[in-house]
C-alpha cells in the first residue's frame, strides 16, 4: 500500500486539506465536542502500510506505518503502534538534511504525544553533523554531535553559517558579533529547558564589548520575574503583562550608580 499526499499551497492557510484553529473557531471546536456523532461512535481501524510515501518540494520521505487508530463510546481518539524505518531528506534551501533509520512511537492514552526517535545528518566538506530528537513531541530533546568531534558552539556554527566561529570571529565586523549572538542564543535555548526557565536571552551589554545575560521565570499568567547579568552589575525586573500589546517592566539595577526604571513597551504586529 502507497499513501502519497502533495500539498498544493506555498500557505498553509490556503491549503484546504488544512484546518489552522485559531479563535475564531472556537465555536466550531466547541460544536464538534457535543457532535453527537462523535459521542456515540465507536471507531477501531489498524492502518498498515509498507514503504509508504510523504512528498512535499522540501520534504521526501519513506517509512512503514503500523498504526491502531481507537475510539470508544463518548471517548477521544487513541493511536496505538509505530511510524517506523522513516528515511529520505527535507531541504531548507541551500541545506539538504538526511533522515536516518527514525521512528515514531504512538503509546495510546488520552493525549496524542508520540514518543520521538529522529536521526538526522547534515553533511559539508570533512564535517558530518548529526541531530538527534528524542522525548515526546510536546517537550522534545535536541542533541548535536559531529565528526570530527567539536564544541556544541562550532556544531551550531557549521549549521547556521557552514563555518566555524573561529573564522567568524576573525572578522572583525558588526556581522561576526551578530552572528556569535545567535548562535549563544540558539545553544541558550537548551539551557533553558534544562533549568526550566521560560526566558534565557544572551545579549550586548551597555558598552558594547561584552554579554549580558537575561533569565526569567514566569508567575503566574502574567507576570515574570526576570534577572539580568553583566560586567557592569546586576538588574532585578518585574514584567507584567497589562494588555494585549503592552508589557510595563519595573526595574532595581545595582550597578556602579544604582537606579530604579519603569518602562511600558508596546508591541505592533505587521501581517
Not at 488544512?18 to 464538534?32: A, E, G, M, P, Q
Not at 514584567?239 to 526604571?261: F, T, V, Y
Request: proline share 3%.
Amino acid at each position: 500500500m502507497q499513501i502519497f499526499y502533495e500539498t498544493k499551497f506555498l500557505e498553509a492557510n490556503y491549503d484546504p486539506d488544512i484546518i489552522v484553529v485559531t479563535k475564531k473557531r472556537r465555536k466550531i471546536k466547541d460544536k464538534l465536542k457535543e457532535d453527537s456523532f462523535l459521542k456515540d461512535t465507536k471507531i477501531d481501524i489498524s492502518l498498515s502500510a509498507s514503504h509508504a510515501n510523504y512528498n512535499t518540494p522540501d520534504i521526501d520521505l519513506f517509512f512503514d506505518v503500523n498504526l491502531n487508530i481507537y475510539k470508544d463510546f463518548g471517548k477521544g481518539v487513541t493511536l496505538l503502534g509505530r511510524v517506523e524505518d522513516i528515511n529520505g531528506h527535507f531541504d531548507q534551501t541551500p541545506k539538504r538534511f538526511l533522515v536516518r533509520n527514525s521512528n515514531i512511537v504512538f503509546q495510546g492514552g488520552d493525549e496524542v504525544n508520540p514518543l520521538l526517535d529522529i536521526r538526522v545528518e547534515y553533511e559539508l566538506p570533512q564535517v558530518l553533523i548529526e541531530i538527534y530528537v528524542g522525548g515526546y513531541a510536546n517537550r522534545p530533546k535536541i542533541n548535536f554531535s559531529s565528526e570530527p568531534p567539536m564544541p556544541k558552539k562550532d556544531i551550531m556554527s557549521y549549521l547556521l553559517f557552514g563555518t566555524s566561529t573561529k573564522k567568524l570571529t576573525d572578522k572583525q565586523d558588526s556581522i561576526s558579533r551578530e552572528a556569535e549572538l545567535f548562535i549563544l542564543n540558539q545553544l541558550a535555548r537548551d539551557f533553558a529547558y534544562e533549568f526550566k526557565l521560560d526566558r534565557l536571552f544572551i545579549k550586548g551589554d551597555e558598552a558594547g564589548e561584552g554579554y549580558a545575560i537575561e533569565a526569567g521565570k514566569r508567575v503566574g499568567r502574567s507576570s515574570m520575574i526576570i534577572i539580568e547579568g553583566s560586567k557592569s552589575g546586576s538588574s532585578y525586573i518585574l514584567e507584567r503583562d497589562i494588555g494585549k500589546n503592552l508589557k510595563l517592566r519595573i526595574g532595581e539595577h545595582i550597578k556602579e550608580h544604582q537606579s530604579q526604571s519603569i518602562d511600558i513597551f508596546y508591541r505592533k504586529r505587521f501581517k
